[in-house]
Structures are given as structure tokens and as C-alpha cells.
């Protein structure tokens, strides 16, 4: 079984057991978390293929880390005007391991 779901932006394919890492979601390491936006889930009575949610499917995750990915440069210039800016950013992800996922 696995399902199609939706969470910061982006779209995963997860099945029961795996590990995810997603954008960053609010949440102590070791809690629950349950993702709504489901688009597709693949199981025993076949596909069922959300237009554009899957109603009543959920599926649930437990949060094993939350992290900063390395970090990036972002250089701005100007030429000619001596204008440089060098900026940094780190973006947080959580990373998740799928628990279950259940449909109505």
C-alpha cells in the first residue's frame, strides 16, 4: 500500500515504514503527526485517486528529527557601483517515519 501526500509544497510517494524528510513541520522529536492532504492512495480495493484530496485518507507519521540543511550563499553585485551583499540561508526539514496510512 502506499499513498501520494502533499506537505509544504511538495509531493512524496510513502509507504507504511518509510523514512521522509519534508519540509519543516511544527513538532517535538518522538511525537506524532498526521498529513491530511492526501492525492492518491494505492491499497486493496485498488486506486483511488483524489480530485484533487482523497476524502477521509490520512496518514500518520512520527517524527524521528528536525534539522537545517547545509548551508547556501546568495551573492548580489552590481557592477561598476562597489555594491556587493553576500547573505546565507539554511532551510529546516523534519524528518519523518510513516506509521500508518488509512482510508475511509
Keep these: 500500500m502506499y499513498a501520494i501526500i502533499e506537505t509544504g509544497g511538495k509531493q512524496y ?3 507504511t515504514g518509510a523514512l521522509v524528510q519534508v519540509e519543516s513541520l511544527p513538532g517535538e522529536v518522538g511525537g506524532t503527526v498526521e498529513l491530511g492532504q ?3 492512495v494505492h491499497g486493496e480495493k485498488g486506486l483511488e485517486i483524489g480530485q484533487p484530496l482523497v476524502k477521509g485518507a490520512t496518514v500518520k507519521a512520527e517524527i524521528i528529527g528536525q534539522g537545517r540543511t547545509r548551508s547556501i550563499t546568495i ?3 552590481q557592477r561598476r557601483k562597489n555594491y556587493r551583499r553576500t547573505n546565507g540561508h539554511r532551510q ?3 524528518r519523518l517515519r510513516i506509521t500508518g496510512i488509512e482510508t475511509a
Design 13 to 15: 510517494r510513502v509507504e
Design 92 to 94: 529546516g526539514f523534519t
Design 38 to 40: 492526501v492525492r492518491l
Design 75 to 77: 551573492f548580489k553585485k
